[in-house]
């Protein structure tokens, strides 16, 4: 059992930037960045791979950047020109076997864009 930890939401206003940071308690194969809206499903923002595939969503390319350090085991989510459609819970998610997480699940942090 992996155990995922985020932290770095909060308010920000339009067109601000955030870091979100998730402390995974050991490396695995593919990670990612889900997001949640009220009355909205779960959608994939961004992922990786520790084999270099990286994946971002339509509505964040160019404006969101995902990382990872494998030592301390971390991922980092950058968010640059945030919308008020950027407003969610997001989770932190990781797999041993899928490319993108999905096994594995953090507590979610709150983002809210607003002015």
């Known amino acids: 059992q992996v155990q995922l930890v985020e932290s770095g939401g909060g308010l920000v206003r339009p067109g601000g930037s955030l870091r979100l940071s998730c402390a995974a308690s050991?490396?695995?194969?593919?990670m990612g960045w889900y997001r949640q809206s009220p009355g909205k499903q779960r959608e994939l923002v961004a992922g990786l791979t520790s084999t270099g595939m990286v994946w971002y969503a339509d509505a964040v390319l160019d404006r969101f950047n995902i990382m990872r350090d494998h030592a301390p085991n971390m991922m980092y989510l950058d968010m640059s020109g945030l919308k008020s459609e950027d407003t969610a819970v997001y989770f932190c998610?990781?797999?041993?076997?899928?490319?993108?997480?999905?096994?594995?699940w953090g507590q979610g942090t709150q983002v809210t864009v607003a002015s």
């Open positions: 050991a490396m695995t194969y593919g």
């Open positions: 998610t990781a797999s041993d076997r899928r490319p993108y997480g999905g096994d594995y």
